[in-house]
């Protein structure tokens, strides 16, 4: 239903269009070619309604999965779940992308990289990160300001704003709604 993302471009939008929360679990995937099931869950959500397709999706998550594991593996314990969340197996229900709220309520444990960062990272995590998407200074002292009340998706709101240069009032209270919003800016 959004503009399709198609393989060949996903790490260029994935810096250029992805919330803190997405990029980092991206990141992560590239890095240690695996996922625990919520990291899993949150990414494979939001990259379905970003627009990949399920074919792209199990290229996507196989070519890196298949560093780790065998391919009979991942046939095994993975690609069902990535069906799954296409509605393609079990009760064939079409999954829809985790909104903020549930992002943020969530618990990651040891080993976790879903979740939200603004709630979730170190103060020191979340700075590095934040210099990495190309905040100022002055940017993240506000972004801060809003973390330390607890206000995280106004932090993520003010971070879109200081990214992208323009106002952003309706709020990000989706990472899709993010990278929609972005999109937009961009094209
Ligand atoms: Fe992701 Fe929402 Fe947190 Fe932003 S506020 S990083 S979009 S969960």
């Known amino acids: 239903e959004?503009?399709?993302?198609?393989?060949?471009?996903?790490?260029?939008?994935?810096?250029?269009?992805?919330?803190l929360c997405m990029r980092h679990l991206f990141e992560k995937l590239r890095e240690d070619h695996h996922l625990k099931?919520?990291?899993?869950?949150?990414?494979?959500?939001?990259?379905?309604?970003?627009?990949l397709k399920l074919d792209d999706a199990l290229a996507f998550w196989r070519a890196e999965f298949t560093k780790k594991v065998g391919s009979e593996r991942f046939d095994k314990e993975y690609a069902y779940s990535i069906r799954h969340n296409y509605g393609k197996e079990g009760k064939r229900t079409d999954y829809t992308p985790y909104a903020c709220q549930k992002i943020i309520s969530s618990a990651p444990g040891v080993g976790d990289?879903?979740?939200?960062?603004?709630?979730?990272?170190?103060?020191?995590?979340?700075?590095a990160?934040?210099?990495?998407?190309?905040?100022?200074?002055r940017g993240m002292e506000d972004v801060m300001?809003?973390?330390r009340n607890k206000h995280y998706q106004?932090?993520?709101t003010l971070t879109f704003e200081a990214i992208y240069g323009t106002s952003c009032?309706?709020?990000?209270?989706?990472?899709?709604?993010?990278?929609?919003?972005?999109?937009?800016i961009l094209k």
């Open 129 to 137: 990160a934040l210099g990495r998407m190309g905040l100022s200074s």
């Open 37 to 51: 099931h919520g990291g899993r869950m949150q990414l494979g959500l939001f990259l379905k309604g970003v627009g």
């Open 169 to 184: 009032d309706a709020g990000i209270n989706h990472p899709n709604q993010y990278f929609e919003e972005s999109q937009k």
């Open 113 to 127: 990289h879903h979740g939200c960062p603004y709630r979730h990272f170190s103060e020191d995590n979340l700075r």
């Open 2 to 19: 959004y503009a399709d993302i198609s393989l060949k471009d996903i790490d260029q939008v994935s810096k250029s269009s992805f919330p």
């Open 154 to 156: 106004l932090a993520c």
């Open 145 to 147: 300001d809003k973390v």
